[in-house]
Structures are given as structure tokens and as C-alpha cells.
């Protein structure tokens, strides 16, 4: 495995793959890897790509100083994994090149309205707009490329297809399933802040969202049996929705079809997210 620090390596690298026929697969991560960005590395290699890894723990997404703080960073653990994962190259670009004005406020950035603002942006202000800066960055220096998030940050690949196609980045966006534990918990690096009773009480994020699929609708009722899962499990509850996967618009209770739940919670201080499809038709 190739490693690169050097934002102009990087692009060197990408252009002389591509010049001898090779597809770019770009896979951001923050590091802290597990087998959710294995699954990302083993459909890039499913499609022949040249796998680009990035981890880079991106403060402008950060709208809390103490989760930028808490988050797992574990460079050492990170490269043998992805090694093993199978990626080509790792890039670990450096703060002073990927935001020359850090820790003062970056004066350039991408935002996406309206998708970037609802659920996970009207509890983290800024977050998407750090999400959309960083990604339109990795995008512009990697150049013609497929880049592959996980449908576990459901809102992140919505704003990140729009912005896609509203700047028209030489990207291919490819979403990935969630990959759980076991017992149904979706894999995230925050995981490892949970304790076993934490852990024991998040498991209440999937449950919420296999109790809304199984109710069926209406949203109203989705909503209100998911939240009421998360609380008896002492989750503070961010949200628990119902939208319209493409518009993340909160469903109606007369809306039939397709449509996605989302939840977000604190436990013991831990922000987790968990999203599923869902069916939605009207009640009786
Ligand atoms: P992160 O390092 O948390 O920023 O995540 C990097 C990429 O991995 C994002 O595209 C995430 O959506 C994806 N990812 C994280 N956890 C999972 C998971 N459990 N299943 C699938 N993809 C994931």
C-alpha cells in the first residue's frame, strides 16, 4: 500500500493512474476504521478501481470543540487495516494543506440548502457545510473518480449527490449498505466511547427503526414509536423521522411508498445516527 501525504503527490498519483486505464475509487474516511469502510474498499475493488483511501478528521464539521476532541483517531491501528482492507493508496493530508487557515475560519465554502439544513443540520449547525467543503476538496484534487459513501450517513450522501450535481464534480457517487454488529448496532468509530451499558441502550436506535417498518405507517405513528423506544431507553432523542428519501422532506400522514427513517440520540454523551427504508401507507 502506497502512503501520501502531499496534496500534490496525491493528484500525481490519481492522473498517472488514470493515464494507464485505471478508474479512481475515493473512499473518505476519518480514520478509526472499521468493516463499514471495509465494505466501502471491497465494492471500489468490486469495481476494479484504484482505491484512494483519505482519513482525515475534518474539524469544520465539527460544530462541538468537545466531539472534535473525543473523536477516536488511531493512525497507527488504521494503515495495517487498510492495507488489509486491499486499498492502494492511503492519504493522510496534513491540516496546514487541507485548510491553510485552520484554526481561523476557512473563508471558502460549499453549502447545500435545505437538504444540509433538516435532521442532522438543525441539530449540528455548520456540519453539512463542512461535510460539502471537504468532500468538494478531496473531489477537486483527486480529479475524474467514483467515491463511495455509506448509506449510514443517509442525509451525508443526499447532500453530497446534490452538490455533485450542482457543481458538476467529475464524480460518480456510489452508496453503500450499512454494516451492522451482530446484535443489529450500526458500525460507527463513536462506538468505541460506548461502555457495555451504553451499548446495551443504543441497540435501541435499530429497534426503533425495525419497530417503525414493522408499523408500516402512517409517519405520524412511525415517529412516535420510535422515539418512544429510544426513550424508554433513556436515549435523549435528536430526532425520528420519516422523509422522503430524496427530498428528506418529513412525510404526511396521507403519503404511501417507499421512504426512509431516520434517528439520531445521545448516549451517555455519544451522538449516534441509524437510518432504515421503510414502507409507508396510510392508516385506518
Ligand atoms: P467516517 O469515517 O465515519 O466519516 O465514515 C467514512 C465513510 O464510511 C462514510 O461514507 C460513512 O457513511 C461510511 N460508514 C461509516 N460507518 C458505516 C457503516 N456502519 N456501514 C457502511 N458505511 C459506513
Not at 53 to 79: G, H, K, S, W
Not at 152 to 160: C, G, Y
Request: hydrophobic share 45%; with cysteine.
Amino acid at each position: 500500500m502506497r502512503r501520501v501525504v502531499g496534496i500534490e503527490e496525491w493528484r500525481r498519483l490519481a492522473a498517472e493512474k488514470r493515464a494507464s486505464g485505471r478508474r479512481i475509487g475515493l473512499v473518505p474516511t476519518m480514520g478509526a476504521l472499521h468493516a463499514g469502510h471495509e465494505s466501502l474498499v471491497a465494492a471500489a475493488r468490486a469495481n476494479g478501481d484504484y482505491v484512494i483511501m483519505t482519513i482525515f478528521v475534518n474539524p469544520r464539521q465539527f460544530n462541538d470543540p468537545n466531539d472534535l476532541r473525543a473523536y477516536p483517531r488511531t493512525p497507527e491501528a488504521d494503515r495495517p487495516l487498510a492495507e488489509s482492507f486491499g486499498v492502494d493508496a492511503l492519504v493522510e493530508p496534513t491540516m496546514a494543506e487541507m485548510w491553510p487557515a485552520y484554526p481561523d475560519p476557512t473563508p471558502t465554502t460549499v453549502s447545500v440548502a435545505g437538504l444540509g439544513d433538516v435532521l442532522e443540520g438543525a441539530g449540528r449547525p455548520g456540519h453539512f457545510d463542512g461535510v460539502a467543503s471537504v468532500v468538494a476538496k478531496l473531489a477537486i484534487v483527486t480529479g475524474s473518480s467514483r467515491a463511495y459513501f455509506g448509506e449510514k450517513d443517509f442525509q451525508q450522501l443526499a447532500v453530497v449527490r446534490r452538490m455533485v450535481l450542482d457543481l458538476g464534480l467529475d464524480v460518480e457517487v456510489v452508496g453503500c449498505p450499512i454494516v451492522r454488529d451482530d446484535d443489529g448496532l450500526a458500525l460507527s468509530s463513536r462506538n468505541v466511547r460506548l461502555d457495555a451499558s451504553a451499548r446495551a441502550r443504543a441497540l435501541s436506535l435499530s429497534r426503533a427503526l425495525a419497530a417503525a417498518a414493522d408499523l408500516g405507517g402512517p409517519p405520524s405513528a412511525m415517529r412516535e414509536a420510535m422515539a418512544a423506544t429510544m426513550t424508554a431507553a433513556q436515549v435523549v432523542v435528536g430526532y425520528a423521522e420519516v422523509v422522503d428519501p430524496a427530498t428528506l422532506r418529513p412525510l404526511e400522514d396521507d403519503a404511501t411508498g417507499p421512504a426512509r427513517a431516520l434517528v439520531a440520540g445521545v448516549v451517555d454523551g455519544v451522538r449516534l445516527i441509524d437510518n432504515r427504508e421503510v414502507e409507508v401507507r396510510k392508516g385506518p
